[in-house]
């Protein structure tokens, strides 16, 4: 057995790979599912003939599924070991993805997404915590790396799976495809993953639980029917977020009393900690919002396809690949300040590339745009959560993962429901067609929104002019949509310039702090 308080070797070694391995297929998994079910959504419409905001309930119920369970992670890792969490964890969403593949009504297949989602909320904090214990403090930077690949991949190869999957097969397969993987995975984490040694039972913060797990809930479920109903002022929208904010306002005034909080904030007195989460909060707002829209472009402006415009996406990919693993030797050895604000200013000289979009624009030129963008990805989000656990000490990563993971997951709805709302709000400004109306609603049919259905297959009676003033208006929404997002990419520089910049002397194992930034003891 490795002697655990030895300083860890410099080169990832093959025991530290194979647990990265188990971690990495369970984020394949949680991570894909997200963006492959978001490609079946039109699918689920036709199947269940449902509205898209009914079919919409299979992402949000999954989300807010996330959101509840995520807070009690770093909790249960300490009280019942790593392993057995993980293990849980993995079971708990391959079995939820069966069920999903037999739902026979909207309302299971929901119902079914929840079950799912709680086993996938806690997969990506134990899994970080699993990474961060097993790497120690010098190579936790390249382990990230690894973990990073699911992350950053699943948005570009979820598209292109679930177009295939549905083309060559059937919508159950967006599921049933979960039990091989989730089987090999628990095998694989039965055999590789180190025994669990929980520490002595900390009381439970039911008072807490109490407080956060329903108030983000609520609040999510407020930004995410923000697109549905296109304004904050609807009552639907401002209640819950009105109610969820208090509920977690008042958890983090509650927090401080007892001694093991469900979500420690204490850990915020770490500088490092603070100004990477802070960073990655405003990160994960600019660019998963305005992510969710590249492909919207490819399929609603230009009418391609879902595997082709998942194929189009393909450049974001290779470009955060070549860039990763250096990011990762990089951030062991170079303060992550001084490299990712030049990453940074790849995503924003890619990112605005896609604020010229028009109907025509050359794909060279969108590509090119995606690849420079994938090689800033590739140098910034895993350094960023490299630099906010490196200095923790061993008893405090559980919950410092779980801390970054709800920041990244409440970055990641309020993006997306920004992005939407916007988008949405420009394509209603587009000029009527007289005399057309939509079936199921009988609202009038705009232009953009003509132009887009015809893009899309529909067969509307479009005279050529008309086809194209719509087009042109969808075209521009976009571009307005993108010149937001370029904005908050911009606004993500902020933060980062208070990222640390000076060299952190070699840690011993579990993670020694750095210099310039003390870390609170418990």
């Known amino acids: 057995m490795t002697d655990q308080t030895a300083a860890p070797p410099a080169k990832l070694d093959a025991a530290v790979l194979k647990v990265a391995g188990v971690v990495v297929l369970g984020a394949i998994m949680s991570i894909l599912d997200i963006t492959v079910v978001s490609v079946a959504l039109p699918t689920f419409q036709t199947e269940f003939d449902a509205t898209y905001a009914e079919v919409a309930w299979t992402m949000t119920g999954y989300t807010l599924a996330l959101a509840t369970v995520i807070p009690l992670s770093g909790w249960a890792a300490d009280r019942f070991g790593t392993k057995r969490l993980y293990m849980m964890a993995l079971l708990l969403f391959t079995l939820g993805s069966v069920l999903c593949a037999t739902a026979g009504s909207i309302e299971q297949l929901v119902t079914y997404r929840v079950i799912q989602g709680l086993g996938g909320g806690m997969l990506m904090p134990i899994g970080m915590t699993i990474m961060t214990r097993a790497a120690g403090p010098e190579r936790i930077g390249r382990l990230m790396a690894v973990l990073g690949v699911p992350m950053l991949l699943g948005p570009i190869g979820g598209p292109i799976l679930g177009g295939w999957l549905i083309e060559a097969a059937s919508w159950h ?5 979960n039990l091989p993987i989730g089987a090999i995975a628990l095998v694989y984490a039965w055999f590789a993953l180190p025994k669990d040694e929980p520490h002595a039972s900390e009381s439970f913060d ?9 108030g983000l809930a609520l609040f999510l479920f ?11 002022t609807a009552t639907k929208v401002w209640t819950t977020m009105l109610i969820g904010a208090v509920l977690v306002v008042a958890f983090v005034i509650y927090s401080f009393r007892p001694k093991h909080p469900l979500l420690d904030l204490r850990l915020l007195k770490n500088r490092n900690l603070s100004v990477a989460s802070l960073s990655l909060f405003v990160f994960v707002i600019a660019f998963m919002g305005a992510g969710l829209l590249f492909p919207s472009y490819f399929l609603q402006v230009r009418g391609e396809g879902t595997l082709d415009a998942g194929l189009l996406m393909a450049p974001q990919g290779i470009g955060a690949v070549l860039t990763m693993p250096i990011a990762g030797m990089l951030a062991d050895k170079i303060p992550v300040g001084r490299t990712v604000p030049f990453a940074m200013a790849l995503i924003a000289v890619g990112f605005f590339g896609f604020t010229q979009v028009e109907t025509d624009t050359s794909y060279l030129f969108l590509c090119g745009s995606l690849f420079v963008m994938g090689l800033g990805m590739g140098g910034t989000m895993m350094p960023i959560m490299t630099s906010a656990l490196r200095t923790l000490q061993p008893l405090e990563v559980a919950r410092g993962s779980t801390l970054v993971n709800i920041l990244q997951q409440i970055g990641g709805s309020i993006g997306t429901a920004i992005m939407s709302v916007i988008l949405t709000s420009q394509l209603n400004g587009s000029p009527e067609i007289p005399g057309l109306t939509n079936p199921q609603t009988g609202d009038p049919i705009t232009e953009a929104g003509a132009a887009i259905a015809v893009q899309q297959g529909a067969q509307l009676p479009l005279p050529p002019e008309i086809l194209q003033r719509g087009l042109q208006f969808a075209a521009d929404s976009f571009a307005t949509t993108f010149w937001v997002g370029f904005a ?3 606004a993500t520089f902020i933060p980062i310039a208070f990222l640390p910049r000076k060299r952190r002397p070699a840690g011993e194992a579990g993670g020694e702090p750095a210099v310039e930034t003390p870390v609170m003891m418990h």
């Open 173 to 177: 397969w967006v599921f049933l495809i």
């Open 206 to 214: 039911f008072v807490g639980m109490l407080m956060l797990s329903p």
């Open 222 to 232: 407020g930004v995410s029917s923000l697109p549905e109903e296109g304004t904050i």
């Open 488 to 490: 908050l990419v911009l």
